[in-house]
């Protein structure tokens, strides 16, 4: 029988219990952690020191930047010395610190991706009106509303955490305090809880994610109508081709963390399952047949209008870090 005293603080299991695996993780994680600091600082630095990158574009990008430090400075750290010296005590006001934080800065990412792709429907499709419709103050609103929408969200489901009760188990098979962990931990009805995530995350993830998508098509539309050279339809791809890249490899890891949740149903599900497999499998492969459909149209452009073997090296050299971050 489950001790129903209430819990002061839980038991992060971490990735792995593999001593072996651990320390491997250990360095792997700990050197991309320092990398990422790394390459976000330079890109925060030069967007504040360079005049010439004082623009809406890189306005965006730095705080893209600055949001992904601290996303990752939450978690990471605590997963690290997890890895170094196994299970870690986490109390419940730093669990819930974590959930808040964590929940906070993913939703502002995917606001503030949907804010980017816009700049670059009015970039690309309204070039002579693009200083006038995105002026300083714009930039700042969009900025702020993504920060406080994401913000927002991460405090409903906080507060309504904070007002479960957890007695028993207080084993998280996590490497962080997340929602789905602490609701399969709760001694209270948690139906409540689970109607917000469903409804708020899949508001948080669908929403901005299909402005990206009317975005893209926009854009898609506007370049294959307006633009009739070569070389002017291929600049707005090289020039959205990393973004679309960040929005997979924020989109793909998130639904397949939270649509899981349709397990601990009790009711049917077979409208739900149906709506996964769709829209899972359009947020998968929307981007990457994006991606696949660009690089073919440059393979396509080098091989029939680049005669000389360096200029044909260029490209693929060019694009050889993107790949990477594709593959990976």
Known sequence: MLNQTALS???????????GLQ??????????????????????????????LHTPMYFFLGNLSCLDIVFSTGTVPKMLTGLLFGHQPISFGG??????????????????????AYDYYVAICSTLHYTLVMRLRTCLLLAAASWSIGFVHAMIHSVMTSQLTFCGHNHIHHFFCDIKPLLNLACS??????????????????????????SYLYIICFIFHKV?????RWKPFST??????????????????????LNMACSGTSLNRTLLNVITTSVVLGPF??????????????????????????PFSTCACHLTVVAL
């Open 240 to 261: 959205c081709a990393s973004h679309l890249t960040v929005v997979a490899l924020l989109y793909i890891p998130v639904l397949f963390n939270y649509t899981p949740l």
């Open 23 to 52: 320390h491997f993780f250990f360095v792997c994680f700990l050197l991309l952690y320092l990398t990422s600091l790394l390459g976000y600082g330079a890109i925060v630095t030069m967007v504040i020191a360079e005049p010439r």
């Open 189 to 214: 009805s948690t139906s409540f809880n689970m109607t917000l995530l469903n409804v708020l995350t899949t508001s948080v993830v669908l929403g901005p994610f299909a402005l990206i998508v009317l």
């Open 228 to 232: 009739h050279s070569q070389e002017g």
């Open 95 to 116: 669990c819930l610190a974590q959930l808040l934080f964590f929940h906070f800065l993913g939703s502002t990412e995917a606001v503030l991706l949907a804010t980017m």
């Open 289 to 314: 047949t994006l991606m696949v459909l660009s690089y073919l149209y440059i393979i396509c452009f080098i091989f029939h209008k680049v005669r000389s073997q360096t200029g044909r090296w260029k």
């Open 9 to 19: 603080e839980f038991i992060l299991l971490g990735v792995t219990d593999i001593q």
